[in-house]
């Protein structure tokens, strides 16, 4: 057994940490992301991270540079990680009670990979989201590239973000800023959208953007690059969550 196997957290205990160290725990969004962060890293489906997979999620949302954490970002609203069962689950209905949305998202993920409901095709898609958090940034195995999303996605990707920044009347330039780059990537998706019509002869193209797309309009916006780049002291607030 290797070393870091000797230290596991099942979901319940993730779930504190995660709230207390990531800045993509802030407010209800961290009902829409806790779930998916845990099933990404949970990379042999045991039910639990032991302490590589736990470092790493934890890493990939609090500590590595802010472009990979917005990569991070639009990887979860991707399926299988996000469901249809969930595609429409925002707002309101998961902040009244995050613990139960939770523990049924669990469930559903372990149920249907276990049973093996789950079709081949998003085992695989689950498989290749994996490999691309589990890439080394000086790795010289070949970039992986992130699927395309869809437009239903990008709509629950942006009431992720607006949960993020909570409903305090001092983030209501976040929210100017949130709203403008949900414009500027749905323009884009339509651009996408028109491009492959003609590329493809065809009138009947669906609209996507891709994770590069993303990524540099977000990038464009400071005030949200700063909120979604803070980089908590781990130590510090471990500390904390022991003597409490």
């Known amino acids: ?111 249907n990979i276990l049973s093996g409901t789950i079709s081949e095709s998003s085992l695989n898609d689950l498989k290749l989201l994996r490999n691309f958090a589990d890439q080394k940034p000086s790795s010289k195995t070949p970039h992986i590239c992130l699927p395309s999303m869809s437009e239903d996605q990008f709509v629950a990707l942006c009431n992720t973000m607006y949960d993020l920044i909570g409903h305090l009347t001092v983030n209501q330039e976040m929210y100017k800023n949130i709203s403008k780059i949900s414009a500027i990537l749905l323009e884009i998706g339509n651009f996408n959208k028109e491009e492959s019509n003609k590329s493809n002869n065809q009138n009947n193209g669906e609209w996507f953007i891709n994770a590069e797309q993303f990524v540099a309009t977000a990038l464009t916006f400071q005030e949200l690059v700063d909120f979604i780049g803070q980089k908590p002291n781990i130590v510090e607030v471990l500390n904390k969550l022991r003597n409490n």
């Open 1 to 111: 057994m290797e070393p870091y196997e000797l230290y596991k957290i099942d979901f319940h205990l993730f779930e504190i940490m995660f709230r207390a160290i990531s800045p993509l725990a802030k407010n209800s969004g961290a009902d829409n992301i806790v779930v998916r962060i845990f099933k990404l890293m949970d990379m042999n489906d045991d039910g639990f991270l032991n302490f590589r997979e736990l470092t790493a999620a934890l890493g990939l949302t609090s500590t590595v540079d802010i472009a990979l954490r917005f990569k991070i970002l639009y990887l979860l609203h991707l399926p299988p990680l996000l469901t249809n069962d969930l595609l429409f689950v925002t707002g309101p209905n998961i902040s009244e009670n995050g613990a139960e949305y939770a523990s049924d998202a669990v469930e559903y993920f372990d149920t």
